[in-house]
Nanobody, 126 residues
Framework: QVQLVESGGGLVQAGGSLRLSCAASGRNARTVSNNAMGWFRQAPGKEREFVAGLDWRGGNQRYADSVKDRFTISRDRTRNTIALQMTNLEPEDTAIYYC????????????????WGQGTQVTVSS
């Protein structure tokens, strides 16, 4: 069992920045370091969507087109944490952001998620 806890969400004006963090804990927390991880988000009235992901070593970083060049994903395998640095935020980025760990070491997608965090709210005002 792995628990993922996100932090860093909040209210920010358009053009501002936020940094989200996610920490893994639990009996199998160490296994997280060998798996792909990522961030997803769900806006009101919309389906949950992929935002960014990386492989077990922190490479093969992928981003949704809507956040490319504005968001940066990173991980610290020794601490079982990942982060999402968000810059130049737009009102369309308003959503609940979820951290996730995949079942394998490669790319992560919604269908390959092993565990989800509880989510953290990000609200961008215009």
């Amino acid at each position: 069992q792995v628990q993922l806890v996100e932090s860093g969400g909040g209210l920010v004006q358009a053009g501002g920045s936020l940094r989200l963090s996610c920490a893994a804990s639990g009996r199998n927390a160490r296994t997280v370091s060998n798996n792909a991880m990522g961030w997803f988000r769900q806006a009101p009235g919309k389906e949950r969507e992929f935002v960014a992901g990386l492989d077990w070593r922190g490479g093969n970083q992928r981003y949704a087109d809507s956040v490319k060049d504005r968001f940066t994903i990173s991980r610290d395998r020794t601490r079982n944490t990942i982060a999402l640095q968000m810059t130049n935020l737009e009102p369309e980025d308003t959503a609940i952001y979820y951290c996730a760990v995949g079942r394998s070491s490669g790319a992560i997608g919604q269908s390959t998620v092993q565990s989800w965090g509880q989510g953290t709210q990000v609200t961008v005002s215009s």
